[in-house]
């Protein structure tokens, strides 16, 4: 058995020629997700609210039936998806983990809900995320908090902790995610899996938040492997007609061999553990980092000791996600401020509390910071540093408020990996880098690095991603098996 996969599903290429050759259906698939459900949701609350399994059945059922009889489908034909509680879904209930929407069903789906099932995926389910995905600590008032799968006691990380914890376990093979200061990077990370935060562009069709064209916020996936992650991204990012399947794999095959052709050309990373000192990293993290380069090292890949110029991110971070809330959340703060989550109150204040001087302030530090970052990752292939700061915590801690001894200025310090990066506004695909432990005594942990690429140039970024996948495949070989049931 290869450990790595387990509980995995095949690859979503793999899984839908096996439905192609009528060697798998997806009605079958289906099953395995619900027996994954059944065996392990109990411990790890990832999926709260669900799909009603008949309905989930039928669909499928008609999936299988439109693939058999050979006609144009979507990419994601048959595959079960989950989608992130803050992401509206036409009669199913979405409650952005606040008791204020507890009980509310949309009539619509939001955008990128939509064009998941225009892609033919089937929704089993609504992913656990904490209030108003704000903080990366999934954990709210409604559904109360999800576990990771390896250890209950610790957490997934957030906001899109319920789709990592969801892919970890088997439970689905497509989770959609959104990504403000680190949502789709940290969960993967903390949870072993694959999540892309997308070139920070605007999209208003994709209404990824009140502002559509802001960028701070970007909607994305994570999939148990890059491979899966790719087919998911382009669904929700770049939506495609439908085409038979056959069709599908067979542009999915000259692809591969596209890019097995150009394997041959020598990576070049740029690589820090903590950008020169200016952020904290726990010693385990380190440990586990460094075991990474010197794997890659080994395996012919460039390495060179280097980081971007990131002063001022964190203060710029720290202003327009102030800003980002009063957009999206300010209304509630003023009929609706004694159910709101503290950290959501006081990203509001914070945010009514800044004048416009100071927001364009920020916004021209923003753009400063993007002709950095994109000066510097012009001379490699991609940029790697840790994804997380920190190993998976208690589930009892809201968010870490030191690391190794050294004190934290505020609840958000210890993603500063991850939301420096969206300061900058290039994208950034974390990969599982391998395990480590606190302590001698606890569970080994997964390890999430973090790649960051060129602006504009995702694609590009998955290549890479890919190729480091495969190189760091004996890294993660030996994964714990799992304790949430």
């Not at 720290?318 to 401020?337: C, I, K, M, P």
């Amino acid at each position: 058995m290869d450990v790595r996969r387990f509980p995995f599903h095949a690859s979503i290429p793999e899984l839908l020629r096996a439905f192609h050759d009528g060697r798998d259906s997806p009605p079958a698939l289906l099953e395995r997700c619900f027996a994954a459900i059944d065996a392990h949701e109990h411990g790890v609350n990832a999926l709260p609210t669900r799909v009603d399994r008949e309905q989930a059945r039928a669909a499928a059922g008609e999936l299988a039936a439109r693939i058999a009889r050979r006609e144009a489908v979507g990419p994601l034909v048959g595959l079960p998806y989950c989608a992130k509680d803050t992401h509206a879904t036409a009669g199913l209930r979405t409650t952005w983990g606040s008791p204020i929407f507890a009980k509310h069903v949309p009539r619509a789906n939001d955008p990128v809900v939509q064009r998941v099932l225009d892609a033919d995926a089937v929704l089993i389910a609504k992913s656990n995320t904490p209030e108003f995905a704000a903080g990366a600590q999934t954990f709210n008032p409604v559904f109360g908090a999800t576990h990771h799968p390896l250890d209950p006691s610790l957490t997934v990380g957030g906001s899109s902790g319920g789709g990592a914890a969801a892919l970890a376990c088997g439970m689905t093979v497509v989770a959609d995610g959104s990504d403000l200061g680190g949502s789709l990077r940290n969960p993967a990370g903390f949870c072993g899996v694959v999540g892309m935060r997308p070139s920070s562009t605007a999209e208003p069709a994709l209404r990824n938040a009140q502002n559509v064209f802001g960028t701070l916020n970007q909607i994305g996936a994570m999939g148990a492997r890059v491979a899966d992650l790719r087919v998911a991204h382009r669904a929700i990012r770049a939506p495609q007609p439908r085409r038979p399947l056959a069709q599908w794999l067979q542009a999915w095959d000259a692809e591969a061999r596209r890019r097995a052709a150009h394997a041959s050309h020598p990576l070049r990373l740029a690589w820090s553990i903590d950008c020169g000192g200016s952020m904290p990293v726990a010693g385990a993290v380190r440990s586990a980092f460094a075991q990474a380069i010197e794997r890659l090292r080994d395996c012919g890949v460039e390495l060179v000791e280097a980081w971007p110029d990131l002063s001022g991110a964190d203060d710029c971070f720290q202003v327009l996600r102030a800003e980002h809330f009063v957009e999206n959340w300010s209304g509630l703060y003023e009929t609706e401020r004694a159910r709101l989550k503290d950290s959501v109150a006081w990203n509001i204040a914070q945010g009514l509390a800044l004048d416009v001087a100071r927001v364009a302030a920020a916004a021209r530090l923003r753009s400063a910071i993007f002709e950095r970052v994109a000066r510097f990752v012009a001379d490699f292939d991609a940029w790697l540093l840790p994804t997380t700061q920190v190993l998976p915590f208690p589930i009892e801690v809201a968010y870490p408020t030191e690391i190794d001894g050294e004190p934290l200025r505020t609840y958000i310090d210890w993603v500063a990996s991850c939301y420096r990066i969206t300061v900058s506004g290039h994208p950034a695909l974390t990969l599982p880098g391998g395990f480590a432990a606190r302590g001698a005594v606890d569970a080994a942990m997964p390890v999430g690095l973090q790649l960051v690429g060129r602006f504009g140039a995702d694609e590009a970024l998955l290549d890479v991603g890919e190729r480091l996948e495969g190189l760091l495949a004996p890294l993660n070989d030996a994964r714990p098996a799992l304790r949430t049931s």
